[in-house]
């Protein structure tokens, strides 16, 4: 069965940097676009933060982290990366890897990334 793994989240003080990384199994990974989602607190929806196509040669973000975020991928590991760079207080939230196998959405459990002082 399709399983996407988050990991590499944490507490991280304004202008810093981390690396998400995502382990996706159960499906021919290199054939598959993957995206990064965030679900922010209470009351803000799920919202679209990274796309990455299967061969890895497009992609695109939401306007507020272009410039600061980079997707990546390796498709020989199944792995998809999410470097973020110069973190604002309001890129905290619980970010999830996403994939949309045999038109369903699958989602991992989320790594949550707070970013404070």
């Known amino acids: 069965q399709v399983q996407l793994v988050e990991s590499g989240g944490g507490l991280v003080q304004p202008g810093g940097s981390l690396r998400l990384s995502c382990a996706a199994s159960?499906?021919?990974?290199?054939?598959?676009?993957m995206y990064w989602y965030r679900q922010g607190p209470p009351g803000k929806g799920r919202e679209f933060v990274a796309f990455i196509a299967s061969e890895g040669g497009a992609t695109n973000y939401r306007d507020s982290v272009k410039g600061r975020f980079t997707i990546s991928r390796d498709n020989g590991k199944n792995m998809v990366y999410l470097q973020m760079n110069s973190l604002l207080p309001e890129d905290t939230a619980v970010y999830l890897c996403n994939v949309v196998y045999r038109l369903n959405p699958y989602w991992g459990r989320g790594t949550q990334v707070t970013v404070s002082s």
């Open positions: 159960g499906f021919a990974f290199s054939n598959y676009a």
